[in-house]
T-cell receptor, first 113, second 113 residues
């Protein structure tokens, strides 16, 4: 079993839709959870950063972490064509100086005008 | 623009050759991370340096090595290249004082023919 599982999609939605992206993980040591957006093989861009369980909102983006279920989500409200990209979840364990990120494989999202 | 720079953008070489990828972290960031992204494996952590010292190792092959110099820039050396080494190589940097969020560079696309 991979440490982080993410449905690769592709996911296609109409403009204005609410998008839900999800990842599951198996390593209970993960404490930090991130979502990155990557446009056509460019460098990943950090969207959301969450520590432990709970919700975090930033504009049209909401990140949720449920550590009891080992499940994280990213919601995009009022999706725009410019949101079309690959979304990568990433996680790291706390403690020491080992801050390596473990990534999901990414979900390809297309928002159609 | 994340502030992380990588050179070269593209590299085409032959099997058996050796190449060096270069990364300059964001100003003030002491940690540098190297990742490899291939279509089948996704983003994989290779190695982390903190202020010149190796801190964590991931799935890095013995043919690959890295170092971080006193001015904090880092180089990833890939030798005895194989076709399967063709991938995008990303560098990221972080600042412990700012929560160790990793910011990625634009990547180097390596093609081994």
């Amino acid at each position: 079993q991979k440490e982080v599982e993410q449905d690769p999609g592709p996911l296609s939605v109409p403009e204005g839709a609410i998008v839900s992206l999800n990842c599951t993980y198996s390593n209970s040591a993960f404490q930090y959870f991130m979502w990155y957006r990557q446009y056509s093989r460019k460098g990943p861009e950090l969207l959301m950063y969450t520590y432990s369980s709970g919700n975090k909102e930033d504009g049209r983006f909401t990140a949720q972490v449920d550590k009891s279920s080992k499940y994280i989500s990213l919601f995009i409200r009022d999706s725009q064509p410019s949101d079309s990209a690959t979304y990568l979840c990433a996680m790291s364990a706390m403690g020491g100086s080992n801050y390596k990120l473990t990534f999901g494989k990414g979900t390809l999202l297309t928002v159609n005008p | 623009d994340s502030g992380v720079t990588q050179t070269p953008k593209h590299l085409i070489t032959a099997t058996g050759q050796r190449v060096t990828l270069r990364c300059s972290p964001r100003s003030g960031d002491l940690s540098v991370y190297w990742y490899q992204q291939s279509l089948d494996q996704g983003l994989q952590f290779l190695i982390q340096y903190y202020n010149g010292e190796e801190r964590a190792k991931g799935n890095i092959l013995e043919r690959f090595s890295a170092q971080q110099f006193p001015d904090l820039h880092s180089e990833l050396n890939l030798s005895s290249l194989e076709l399967g080494d063709s991938a995008l190589y990303f560098c990221a940097s972080s600042n412990r004082a700012l929560g160790d969020t990793q910011y990625f560079g634009p990547g180097t696309r390596l093609t081994v023919l």
